[in-house]
């Protein structure tokens, strides 16, 4: 891992009480996910949105077909939950259910849980409650972002026109955006990315995972994640993006196994 010192063992995150050490902790969570450039925006970020922040920003530099109306569903819902009793959202109405949405939600949760994970090995550089889906995410709400976000929807509209959410939306895009930005990771709306070639979304250069050449960031050999089931080599091929009449696939690594995601149109 690509961690400022080197990689520490589990006996110093654990046991070691010394000053500087909850940095070190954090360091070694944030190098687990390739996000040590991005320590200072993430740490000005307020609970318990520091979490789905680190998680966005490991999700859309790694994976290409999310879009910009993905990124702006996640954060909204997880925004307008803090106003939402359980009756409210009991009550919401979807129009429809989209099973790229249902995907996207499993995917974040999945992602949650990893991070539960990866902190407590860490020694606990964050608090556990901050990792918990119902601080963050809620399904049907989630829903109802994202298909207001593929109809196009204003922010405002995402957000229920309140001002003070309309100001941390900002904000926390802004971080996940420009964190994307080191990585040669830019994220643009669907429409955008439909008007282009099939393919990769133009993403080169070194700071990327996922391109054609699977090169890694650390410099140092395959990660985990470049291994496939049985640790067969790294498949380029796996994170094409396809066309949406097609549908697209999307393997992704968690906990060294191999989870295959197919998100198949209606």
Not at 11 to 26: A, C, F, H, T
Not at 122 to 137: A, E, K, L, Q
């Amino acid at each position: 891992m690509n961690i400022p010192g080197g990689t520490p063992d589990l006996k110093s995150l654990w046991l070691n009480q010394e000053p500087g050490v909850q940095g070190r902790r954090l360091d070694a969570l944030l190098g687990c996910f390739d996000l040590s450039s991005s320590r200072e925006e993430l740490q000005a970020v307020e609970n318990p949105f520091k979490a789905l922040c680190c998680l966005l920003i490991y999700l859309f530099v790694q994976v290409d077909t999310l879009c910009l109306e993905d990124l702006h569903a996640f954060i909204a819902q997880a925004l307008c939950l803090q106003g939402k009793s359980t009756v409210q959202l009991v009550d919401l109405q979807l129009d429809y259910i989209d099973p790229r949405a249902v995907q996207l939600g499993s995917l974040l949760v999945r992602g949650l849980t990893t991070l539960v994970l990866v902190n407590s090995a860490c020694g606990f550089p964050w608090r556990t409650s901050d990792f918990m889906p119902w601080n963050v995410f809620d399904g049907k709400l989630f829903h109802q972002k994202y298909l207001q976000a593929e109809k196009g929807h204003s922010v405002e509209a995402l957000v229920e026109q309140n001002r003070s959410r309309l100001t941390k939306f900002h904000a926390l895009k802004s971080v996940v955006c420009k964190a994307c930005v080191k990585e040669n990771r830019r994220i643009v709306s669907r429409q955008h990315g439909r008007s282009q070639q099939p393919g990769r979304w133009g993403r080169q250069g070194s700071g990327s995972h996922r391109t054609s050449s699977g090169y890694s960031r650390a410099g140092h050999g395959q990660h985990w994640r470049d291994q496939g089931a049985g640790n067969r080599p790294y498949d380029p091929d796996h994170w094409r993006r396809y066309s949406p009449s097609s549908g697209f696939q999307v393997s992704y690594h968690w906990d060294q196994k191999l989870y295959l995601i197919q998100f198949q149109s209606c």
